[in-house]
């Protein structure tokens, strides 16, 4: 088991090491793409070469020419996060914060019957460090962790492994499916998702890491979950639908809650020194503020 242990360990280093590494990389590959850029739209206008590729030009004629659609389009650190996206199934573990309340514990069943290939986990007391090893090595593909005060949960945190990101979400407004009226059944068929008003770049980021989280459904599934954004603050609604003569009625499955996104950090959740790709500072002066839709 030690050597086990420590094997798993030194994996998860080196997945580390070539995901930094890799993102390393990212300000060259842009440059060289920029430079490509400049010299094709150069020769396909009839215009003279700018005076920064000049001297390099012969070589960037000969890169381009090998380029295909697949690697003309330098690639991000995003692109290694989701490589395995629509081919294998994400696998979910939903827990809580330490000692939940019974509404909190009632409120992550709930969650938990939102993803499908979920798994919820009663937390105890495991540290972050052991319980995201524990997700690693049973090759889960996200860790959902929902937090509360005083019993009404408020905050939810996604964390995508093996390498990152974590998404940290505030939670408002929470309504379980006992308080919604003509609720109706909970289905186990992969949904359809509405993701509306992401057009951002921070939008994208925000939505990739919202569907990452569901498998690809069925063409003839019946369920749908939608993620509005409406001034930055996101609604998920959660429902069932049938055709009907006229058109299509639509049944809540619930839950309901709202989430706004405060930080998006380039690491797990127990890694404390990774890097913020964005924090929400809303009382810092900027003539533009960066939203999601």
Same mark, same amino acid.
Request: proline residues 3%.
């Given at each position: 088991r030690i050597f086990a242990g420590r094997m798993a360990l030194r994996r998860n280093v080196r997945l580390r090491k070539e995901y &930094?590494?890799?993102k390393s990389l990212e300000g060259k590959e842009r440059a060289a793409y920029e430079k490509k850029r400049q010299v094709r739209e150069a020769l396909a206008e009839g215009k003279p070469l700018p005076t920064e590729v000049r001297s390099e030009a012969r070589e960037l004629r000969e890169a381009a020419a090998l380029e295909d659609d697949y690697t003309a389009v330098p690639k991000t650190h995003i692109d290694d996060e989701y490589r395995?996206?629509?081919? /294998?199934?994400?696998? /979910?573990?939903?827990?809580?914060? !330490?000692?939940?309340?019974? !509404?909190?514990? #009632?409120?992550?069943k709930e969650v938990k019957l939102l993803f499908p290939n979920a798994q919820s986990i009663n937390r105890g007391n495991t540290k972050l460090a052991e319980l995201i090893d524990?997700?690693?090595?049973?090759?889960?593909?996200?860790?959902v962790v929902l937090s509360e005060t005083r019993g009404e949960p408020d905050g939810l945190i996604v964390s995508h492994l093996p390498v990152g990101p974590t998404a940290y979400f505030t939670l408002s407004g929470a309504v379980l499916r006992h308080d919604i009226k003509d609720i109706g059944t909970m289905s186990e068929q992969y949904p359809h998702l509405i &993701?509306?008003?992401?057009?951002?770049? &921070?939008?994208?980021?925000?939505?990739m890491i919202l569907k990452h989280l569901f498998p690809v459904p069925k063409p003839d599934a019946k369920?749908? /979950?939608?993620?509005?954004?409406n001034s930055d603050f996101i609604s998920l609604r959660h429902h069932n639908y049938r055709r009907e003569e006229g058109g299509i009625a639509l049944t809540e499955v619930g839950p309901r809650?709202? *989430?706004?996104?405060?930080? /998006? !950090? &380039?690491?797990? *959740?127990? #890694?404390?020194?990774?890097?913020?790709?964005?924090?929400?500072?809303?009382?810092?002066r900027s003539a533009k503020k960066r939203r999601l839709g």
């Open positions: &930094l590494y890799r395995d996206a629509g081919s /294998i199934d994400p696998k /979910i573990c939903v827990t809580t914060s !330490r000692s939940p309340s019974a !509404r909190l514990r #009632q409120f992550s524990a997700c690693r090595g049973a090759n889960f593909s996200d860790v &993701l509306h008003n992401f057009g951002t770049d &921070l939008g994208r980021r925000v939505s369920r749908v /979950i939608t993620f509005a954004n809650f709202e *989430l706004r996104c405060y930080r /998006i !950090r &380039l690491g797990t *959740l127990e #890694q404390n020194e990774a890097e913020d790709e964005w924090v929400l500072r809303p009382y810092m």
